[in-house]
T-cell receptor
Framework: NAGVTQTPKFQVLKTGQSMTLQCAQDMNHNSMYWYRQDPGMGLRLIYYSASEGTTDKGEVPNGYNVSRLNKREFSLRLESAAPSQTSVYFC?????????????FGPGTRLTVL | AQKITQTQPGMFVQEKEAVTLDCTYD???????LFWYKQPSSGEMIFLIYQGSYDQQNATEGRYSLNFQKARKSANLVISASQLGDSAMYFC????????????FGAGTRLFVKA
C-alpha cells in the first residue's frame, strides 16, 4: 500500500498562473482533506470531502477549488495563484467514522508563488 | 466555533526525561475526539494518540500518554523517557462528531531533546 500520494512534491509558480495538486489514496477511505501549513499557524483546512461526490469548505477556501474525482482521488486547483498561497499543502484521508478516525497524510507539496 | 490552543512554541527536554506538551480546546460539540500528531523535520505527519471525549480512561500508546481533563478542556501529551528522535513539531487536533468530520489543528509545539 502506498497510503496517500501527492504530486508534485515541489512547484514554483508566477502570480496569476494556475495549477492542480493531485492526491490519491489506496486505503479505501471515505473522507479526504486538503490542508495548508504556514509557519507558526499549524495546519488549516482548505476543503474536505466527507464522502465520494461531496465537497465542503474548510477554514480557508478562498482562491481554491477542489474535485473529488472518485473515491481514490481528490484534487486541489489554484485558478490564479497569489504570493499569499505560498505554503506547504497536505492531503489526508480517513475512514470517516465516529471515534478514532485517524487521518493519514501525504508527504506534502511545497508551493512557492513569485 | 472550535478552537485548539498550544501555548508553547518551543520546549527543551533532556534525553530520558519526561515532557508534557500542553493543549487546550474549545468546542460546543457534545462528542468529539482529540488527536496528537508528530511532524519530524522530514515533513510527514505521524499519528501518535487519540482520546475520545467520552472515554473513561486516559489514552496511552507506548511512551505517549494523553492527560485528558475534560472539565478544564485540556488534552496534554506526555512523552516519557524522551529520545533524540522525539525532536519534532507536535500538533494537537480536534474533530467534532458533527459537521462532517472536520478536524482543526493547533499551531504546534517544537520539541528539542538534548543529549
Amino acid at each position: 500500500n502506498a497510503g496517500v500520494t501527492q504530486t508534485p512534491k515541489f512547484q514554483v509558480l508566477k502570480t496569476g498562473q494556475s495549477m492542480t495538486l493531485q492526491c490519491a489514496q489506496d486505503m479505501n477511505h471515505n473522507s479526504m482533506y486538503w490542508y495548508r501549513q504556514d509557519p507558526g499557524m499549524g495546519l488549516r483546512l482548505i476543503y474536505y470531502s466527507a464522502s465520494e461526490g461531496t465537497t465542503d469548505k474548510g477554514e480557508v477556501p478562498n482562491g481554491y477549488n477542489v474535485s473529488r474525482l472518485n473515491k481514490r482521488e481528490f484534487s486541489l486547483r489554484l485558478e490564479s495563484a497569489a504570493p499569499s498561497q505560498t505554503s506547504v499543502y497536505f492531503c489526508a484521508s480517513s475512514e470517516a467514522r465516529r471515534g478514532p478516525d485517524t487521518q493519514y497524510f501525504g508527504p506534502g507539496t511545497r508551493l512557492t508563488v513569485l | 466555533a472550535q478552537k485548539i490552543t498550544q501555548t508553547q512554541p518551543g520546549m527543551f527536554v533532556q534525553e530520558k526525561e519526561a515532557v508534557t506538551l500542553d493543549c487546550t480546546y474549545d468546542t460546543s460539540d457534545p462528542s468529539y475526539g482529540l488527536f496528537w500528531y508528530k511532524q519530524p523535520s522530514s515533513g510527514e505527519m505521524i499519528f501518535l494518540i487519540y482520546q475520545g471525549s467520552y472515554d473513561q480512561q486516559n489514552a496511552t500508546e507506548g511512551r505517549y500518554s494523553l492527560n485528558f481533563q475534560k472539565a478544564r478542556k485540556s488534552a496534554n501529551l506526555v512523552i516519557s523517557a524522551s529520545q533524540l528522535g522525539d525532536s519534532a513539531m507536535y500538533f494537537c487536533a480536534m474533530r467534532g462528531n458533527t459537521g462532517g468530520f472536520k478536524t482543526i489543528f493547533g499551531a504546534g509545539t517544537r520539541l528539542f531533546v538534548k543529549a
